[in-house]
């Protein structure tokens, strides 16, 4: 996909935040903050990938779930700006962000509280497998 570089973002911290959105602007990366509102949007349509989905869409009936965890959703960087980000956002120390994606065309129909659900069952698997290995030794 050969879209505007963007990263769209959920983060608690105004400090944190403001570290993103200043590497973001220094690579020349757009960013997007999701509000709590938007978690039953679909990631193509906030990513700007499908504009069109939105209009007329009816949305699914969000269950209830407060707050969604911190999460950062690449979109349309390459891999070498991805990379550099990444290097970039650990370089200049910015507190770790658990959850992050990039939007795929399998993905990009899902609605973020789905993404972020199966981003945190996939880190508690990981973080599963990881606590067997060292109880094996």
Not at 22 to 41: F, P, W
Request: glycine fraction near 6%.
């Amino acid at each position: 996909m050969a879209y505007t570089p963007l990263v769209l973002y959920s983060i608690k911290e105004e400090k944190k935040a403001q570290q993103i959105t200043a590497l973001c602007k220094k690579l020349g990366v757009h960013t997007k903050e999701i509000q709590t509102k938007d978690a039953d949007e679909k990631v193509g349509v906030l990513a700007g990938i499908d504009p069109l989905t939105a209009m007329g869409a009816k949305k699914e009936v969000p269950f209830v779930m407060l707050d969604l965890p911190e999460y950062l959703i690449f979109s349309g960087l390459p891999e070498v700006l991805l990379d550099q980000f990444l290097k970039e956002y650990r370089q200049q120390k910015i507190e770790p962000t658990p959850l992050k994606a990039i939007v795929t065309l399998h993905n990009k129909d899902w609605t973020v509280r789905n993404l972020i659900m199966e981003l945190m069952k996939e880190r508690m698997s990981m973080m599963n497998l990881g606590g067997n290995k060292s109880e094996n030794k």
